[in-house]
């Protein structure tokens, strides 16, 4: 019985951490993509694009971890939110494969290079957008009848998901800003400053309406947070997010040397945020019918891919490590991508 119960609750940490470091990782990539229309010039957005590109096409295995674990973990979740979501899912897969052509693409190119600059602007809009769809769906809850999807091909619109989907786009946007002040100096880096604090602004205002919706969602995923008195000691999630608000304004334009600031903060505003998530998504799944436990595949099949995951976890942790400190840093304006 106790291995029934905690395979589950690792799993779900695992698949969890992913997505995570998925967000972290791709979100300030895909920001950049969603600020290179406001590039001054061309030069400016390959200094954009630079930033990024030693390290860009390795975050997405952050992704395919969590999809992965997702099927191994919790096969009937993984069946029932591909059922539901498959459209967004595949407009979300299609964005991401055209944002690494045009990311590619346009390095290469010489008279369409503007051209594959508006397209890897296009491909991270619509993968941050339709991700938050999914995200809006998930948390809005599922129609499910006998254990099925009942619900139509879109029922994953509602104006809450659109909500979400404009949200993640504000958020990684944020990211992309933050990310260009720690990589950037002389004017990309000031550009990057007067964009940070509107944004600072436009994600708080998405999170308090977010925030506000919950409660009147079919799926309660918000009542953990109001039951047997839980939330005197949830409170301090929502402060923490105020705190880290008025810190990030404040160090938009931080002294020099203090760069790395504005990223961590708003690295710390996603993680406030996915925090938030799991205390009123516990213990679903899938809210509001299916729970972890219900969700499980049998315990022997998800211990023997923890076994692989033991072995694979620290690979990647290892590599990721390696690659952002072999070019952490500034990157000039001069830096080439070849």
């Given at each position: 019985?106790?291995?029934e119960y905690?395979?589950p ?15 972290l990782l791709?979100g300030?990539?895909l920001?950049?993509?969603i600020?290179a229309?406001f590039?001054?010039d061309?030069?400016q957005?390959?200094h954009m694009?630079?930033?990024?590109a030693?390290i860009w096409d ?7 971890l969590?999809?992965a ?7 009937k979740?993984y069946?029932?939110i591909?059922s539901?979501?498959?459209l967004?899912?595949?407009l979300?897969?299609v964005?991401?494969i055209?944002r690494?052509?045009?990311f ?5 190119a010489?008279?369409?290079k503007?051209?594959w600059?508006?397209?890897?602007a ?8 339709w991700?938050?769809v ?6 809005q ?7 099925h999807?009942?619900?139509?091909v879109?029922?994953f619109?509602?104006?809450?998901s659109?909500?979400?989907g404009m949200a993640?786009v504000?958020?990684y946007?944020?990211?992309g800003?933050?990310w260009?002040?720690l990589?950037t100096?002389?004017r ?7 964009f940070a604090r509107p944004?600072t ?14 409660p009147?969602?079919?799926s309660?995923?918000?009542a953990r947070?109001?039951?047997?008195g839980n939330?005197?000691w949830?409170?301090?999630?929502p402060?923490l997010?105020l705190a ?9 334009y931080?002294a020099?040397?203090?760069d790395?600031?504005?990223?961590v903060l ?6 406030l945020?996915f925090?938030?998530?799991v205390f009123?998504l ?9 729970t972890?436990?219900?969700a499980a595949?049998p315990?022997?099949?998800q211990?023997?891919?923890l076994v692989?995951?033991a072995?694979l976890?620290?690979?990647i942790?290892?590599?990721t ?6 070019f ?6 001069d830096?080439?991508y070849h």
């Amino acid at each position: 019985m106790a291995m029934e119960y905690w395979l589950p609750i690792i799993w779900f940490g695992v698949i969890g951490f992913g997505v995570l470091m998925y967000v972290l990782l791709d979100g300030f990539v895909l920001g950049l993509g969603i600020l290179a229309p406001f590039a001054e010039d061309e030069d400016q957005l390959d200094h954009m694009m630079n930033t990024a590109a030693p390290i860009w096409d390795g975050n997405e295995t952050w992704l395919v971890l969590g999809g992965a674990g997702l099927l191994a973990a919790f096969p009937k979740a993984y069946a029932l939110i591909l059922s539901a979501l498959y459209l967004p899912v595949l407009l979300m897969l299609v964005a991401l494969i055209f944002r690494g052509v045009a990311f590619e693409f346009r390095f290469k190119a010489e008279r369409s290079k503007a051209l594959w600059g508006w397209a890897f602007a296009l491909g991270s809009l619509c993968t941050a957008f339709w991700q938050g769809v999914i995200l809006g769906a998930i948390v809005q809850g599922l129609p499910v009848q006998d254990g099925h999807y009942a619900g139509g091909v879109f029922g994953f619109f509602s104006p809450f998901s659109m909500l979400t989907g404009m949200a993640v786009v504000a958020g990684y946007a944020l990211l992309g800003a933050g990310w260009l002040i720690l990589k950037t100096e002389g004017r990309l880096q000031q550009v990057a400053r007067t964009f940070a604090r509107p944004l600072t602004l436009l994600v708080v205002a998405f999170m308090g309406l977010v925030s506000a919706w919950l409660p009147f969602l079919a799926s309660r995923v918000m009542a953990r947070w109001f039951e047997d008195g839980n939330f005197w000691w949830l409170s301090p999630v929502p402060l923490l997010v105020l705190a880290n608000a008025v810190a990030l304004w404040r160090n938009v334009y931080a002294a020099q040397g203090r760069d790395a600031r504005p990223f961590v903060l708003t690295l710390c505003f996603f993680g406030l945020g996915f925090a938030g998530l799991v205390f009123g998504l516990w213990p679903y799944l899938v809210p509001p019918t299916l729970t972890l436990w219900q969700a499980a595949s049998p315990p022997s099949s998800q211990l023997f891919v923890l076994v692989g995951l033991a072995v694979l976890l620290p690979v990647i942790l290892g590599y990721t490590w390696w690659s952002y400190r072999v070019f952490a840093g500034k990157v000039a304006a001069d830096s080439g991508y070849h």
